[in-house]
Each structure stands twice: as structure tokens, then as C-alpha cells.
């Protein structure tokens, strides 16, 4: 993932709404949700929640599938993955970090 692929990332979860949604997604793993589904677990408006998916999608946050009449929304774990590498690939002050958990590293 380079700078502007984690801008935009970024940008699309800096709202409360579309982090709900990508969360939802996130949670519901590759079976992924309805927006039908999404919006009556979220209580988010249709046409609103419209919205806030194309921007996840245009981040490439969530990929769509057509099922059918219906389309299933799932969030894109490669690119979360890449979003979570890229902003902490230089922890522990740019070494490569010993513990098997980023999250554990002693030395930062």
C-alpha cells in the first residue's frame, strides 16, 4: 500500500457512519452483508447507506458481489491488512519487530 492508497483509506473510516458499516462487514467476514441487512442492523437510511458504501468501495475497502437481485458488500481483508501493514511498518523505531503480535512489540 503506498501514501495515497492509506489516505484514502483513511479518509473513507474517518466518518462514524462508514466505520459502523466497515466494522459490520469486518464482523460478518466473507459470508458479507446485504445493504438491506446492513441498514436495519445499523439504523442507517438506504439511500444514505448507498453513500457510505461506494466510498468504501472506491477506497477499496469492500469489494461487491451481484447474487442474484440481491448485491452482497464484503470488507477486503487484503486491504485492510495493507492498510494496518503500512502504518505500522516502521514501528519499534524501523526494526523489524521480534515479537510474533506488532501489538506485543517491547522495543517501541
Do not use: W
Amino acid at each position: 500500500m503506498n501514501e495515497d492508497q492509506a489516505v484514502l483509506a483513511l479518509g473513507a473510516l474517518a466518518h462514524t457512519q462508514r466505520l459502523r458499516v466497515f466494522r459490520a462487514l469486518v464482523v460478518a467476514g466473507l459470508g458479507g452483508l446485504t445493504p438491506s441487512f446492513l441498514a436495519d442492523q445499523l439504523g442507517i437510511a438506504r439511500n444514505t447507506l448507498s453513500f457510505h458504501l461506494k466510498e468504501l468501495s472506491h477506497a477499496g475497502l469492500v469489494s461487491i458481489e451481484q447474487q442474484g437481485r440481491n448485491l452482497i458488500y464484503r470488507a477486503d481483508f487484503s486491504q485492510m491488512n495493507g492498510l494496518l501493514g503500512y502504518l505500522t511498518e516502521h514501528c519499534c523505531q524501523g526494526a523489524p519487530c521480534e515479537a510474533s503480535d506488532p501489538g506485543a512489540c517491547t522495543t517501541c
